[in-house]
């Protein structure tokens, strides 16, 4: 009797600390017990235009820029994010440059475990530059949709999750290339990330072309599948070094060709959260 008065007492505590919004995720210690709360997904759509970024590390929008003020800018068509030619002389040496411009970045001030996002956006047809809409975690966990301006007629997809019980990052082992239906990365196409516990699905508009069960992850005896919290993360990119990278990239950038400014257009963003119970849906 004694004891199922504190089990009760103890269940009542954990439902009270889960329904307050401020609180991710609860963890009681002594029972093992994690508890999800409404917070872990929230559902969001932006399109940007009301300046719904925070330039410092303020956590009251939903987004904020890690690259300097400049880097980009809202309107009504959305979140413009730039690269701009580094100053000086490039020099070009086999297939890097020896100077990299720095792209925009910009996170979300939320994190999320599992959820669907879907983005709109395009990205220049600019050798070298990769524009990209990534979920990644504090553990370096990523699921990742890029687009290469050198190859127009495609986008990637890729996870990264490097597994404690193994030795690093496996590059390359879950990556994927997907032939657009019609058009090419400098058109706005919706990209979906759909991430459950079980499986990562990616669709570009509305087609679902690629799908990573969790056992599909198993790589020398570790499973890599993202399983922590992760942020947005909205990037363009200068990928002209190292060596891999810009060849990968088809890089390095040619700056006598390429615009000495270009963009990344985000027209919006919408967060789903179909995995998590939503107290507005009850
Ligand atoms: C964006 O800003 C507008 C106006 O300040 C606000 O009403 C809206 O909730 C914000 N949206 C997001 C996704 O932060
Ligand atoms: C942005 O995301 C990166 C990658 O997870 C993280 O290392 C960094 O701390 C984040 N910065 C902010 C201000 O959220
Ligand atoms: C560490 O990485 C190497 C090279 O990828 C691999 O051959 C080896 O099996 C790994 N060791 C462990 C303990 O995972
Ligand atoms: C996002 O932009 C696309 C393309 O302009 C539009 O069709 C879609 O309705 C927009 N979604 C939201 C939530 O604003």
Not at 80 to 104: C, E, H, M, W, Y
Not at 231 to 253: C, F, M
Request: with cysteine; net charge negative; hydrophobic share 35%.
């Amino acid at each position: 009797m004694h004891l199922h008065w504190l089990a009760y007492l103890l269940v009542l505590a954990l439902l009270s600390m889960a329904h307050a919004d401020n609180v991710r995720l609860v963890h009681s210690h002594d029972t093992g017990i994690a508890l999800r709360s409404v917070s872990e997904c929230e559902e969001l759509s932006t399109t940007f235009n009301s300046g719904n970024i925070s330039s410092g590390l303020s956590s009251d929008t939903s987004f904020v820029a890690i690259s300097p003020a400049g880097s980009y800018s809202t309107n009504s068509d959305g979140l413009q994010l730039f690269l701009t030619r580094p100053n000086g002389k490039i020099t070009t040496k086999g297939s890097i440059n020896d100077k990299v411009a720095t792209g925009a970045t910009i996170n979300s001030t939320f994190t999320f475990l599992y959820g669907r996002v879907t983005f709109y956006f395009s990205g220049p047809t600019v050798p070298g530059i990769v524009t990209a809409a990534i979920l990644v975690g504090d553990s370096h966990d990523e699921i990742d949709i890029e687009i290469l301006g050198g190859d127009p007629k495609h986008w990637q997809t890729n996870i990264f999750a490097p597994s404690p019980h193994n030795n690093g990052t496996i590059y390359g082992a879950f990556s994927g290339v997907e032939k657009y239906a019609s058009g090419t990365v400098d058109d706005i196409h919706a990209y979906t990330i759909d991430w459950s516990s079980t499986r990562i699905a990616w669709s570009v508009d509305g087609r679902e072309v690629r799908s990573l069960a969790s056992e599909d992850t198993m790589k020398n005896g570790a499973r890599h599948f993202p399983a922590k919290p992760m942020r947005i993360q909205l990037g363009i990119w200068d990928a002209s070094s190292p060596e891999g990278t810009s060849e990968w990239a088809r890089g390095p950038v040619d700056w006598n060709t390429a615009p000495h400014k270009m963009s990344a257009v985000f027209q919006n963003i919408t967060v789903d959260c179909p995995y998590v119970r939503n107290r507005n849906r009850a």
